[in-house]
């Protein structure tokens, strides 16, 4: 058995030491090692574009690549779609991996998977929809992509971008996905589409190959583990993973108001060298386990200094136990804390008691209930929601509170509220 092994380490000896770059690259690397640069050509065709980059070793989620040599590719033709974003930047570096899968949809449209992105953070596919005969604007109904399948691999749809055409015939997009397993071969896209004749959606599919060792290598993969207390419980930042494309915290939440407010995430903010970096979105979801989230930030600064967390505002709550006297409409505020309450309008329906009141736009009332002669009756529902622009100009969550009561209340009372509350706590994550 040692033999064995033995020799087959002598053999993969000899054909590791057999392995050279490919003519056509090493010609352009010497080429390039021996003239100037030259100024960049302007971009004519639409076709893949071959750079020589040589990869040597790429990391995805902690999996080690087999090192081989491989071209960039840069896709012409979603400048438009990607100007000023980073993955434009990306695209002009040849970051991209050719795939150029073509097949016809149920209503003759042609889909065309141009190119993909790949690393630890998403999957990006770059797509063509074609129809001489005319397309939406937003081709919902012709094409809608749900997820990608393969080796242990099922990874659903994030968000997408699209830019159609003047003449309506052509429609070019962007679709990024939770990241594939590194481990896979071939890859595919599950969509929907509608049936012609009677506006029903099929699901259909598009296998396509996909290379791992052209995917892009990770920057910073580390763990934070630290807690913030915030009035309702406690955020835990439990990762940070920088890529080309973007940087993801994760974390756990245990708040027990957090879906109070509206996108209570994106008062977290992630400094890189003491500014600001982008925030690209947020998620959340409710397994066994508890409340998982990401927030997605841009990229980070190739040269890093520093890196802190800053919990700058997040759901809050505020106790009030108030009484506001609703014998007259008021042309002025009350005031919740440092939030404001209008109360615009009282009347009797056949329903009951309504009341129309504007709030600050991240404000959620809690306990709320309307009092007459001693008696009190509990909210029942809340109809109508809407932003107002109030007479100041301010603009303003406006929504009516309804009572199952005829009688008419002689004052409003509200036992706390739900809020964005500015919280200001950093942390400071390591930069090695």
Known sequence: MNNNIE??????????????????????????????????????????????????????????YNAFAYYGKQLFGFDELLQGTTLQQLNNKGMGQNVNKKITLLDGTDLTINGIMADANQFIMYYTLANPNGLDDMSVDTFRPSQISGFLTDSNVVSG??????????????????SVNPFSKKLTLHFWQQLEENGQMSEGTVTFPYNPNEAMQ???????????KVDKGTITFKSITATPTMTVIRGKLNVDNFDRVNLGLH?????????????????????????TF????????????????VVKEFAGYQKLEEKYPMSFISNKPFTLGDKELWIKEV?????????????????MLDGV????????????????????????GKLMKERTLLFATQTKPESLLIEGMHYMKEYNKMIEIPVN
């Open 7 to 64: 020799q087959r380490l002598a053999d993969e000896k000899t054909r590791m030491e057999s392995i050279t770059a490919p003519e056509e690259l090493e010609m352009r690397l010497r080429n390039a090692l021996n003239s100037a640069p030259a100024k960049r050509s302007k971009k004519i065709a639409p076709i893949w574009k071959i750079a020589a980059v040589v990869l040597l070793v790429t990391v995805i989620s902690g999996q080690n």
């Open 161 to 178: 971008t699209s830019l159609i055409n003047e003449d309506h015939t052509e429609i070019k997009g962007t679709m990024s996905f939770d």
């Open 218 to 228: 990770t920057q910073i993969k580390q763990s934070i583990n630290k807690k913030i």
């Open 267 to 291: 008062g977290i903010q992630l400094l890189a060298n003491g500014a600001q970096v982008e925030i690209l979105g947020s998620g959340n979801q409710t397994s066994v386990g508890g409340r």
């Open 294 to 309: 990401d927030i997605r930030f841009d990229t980070l600064p190739k040269d890093l200094h520093s890196l802190q967390l």
């Open 347 to 363: 009347s009797k329906t056949s329903q009951g008691i309504e009341v129309t009141i504007a709030t600050d736009d991240d404000v």
């Open 369 to 392: 209930s309307i009092e007459a002669k001693g008696v009190s009756t509990p909210l029942k529902t809340t109809i109508n929601q809407k932003e107002v622009k109030q007479a100041d």
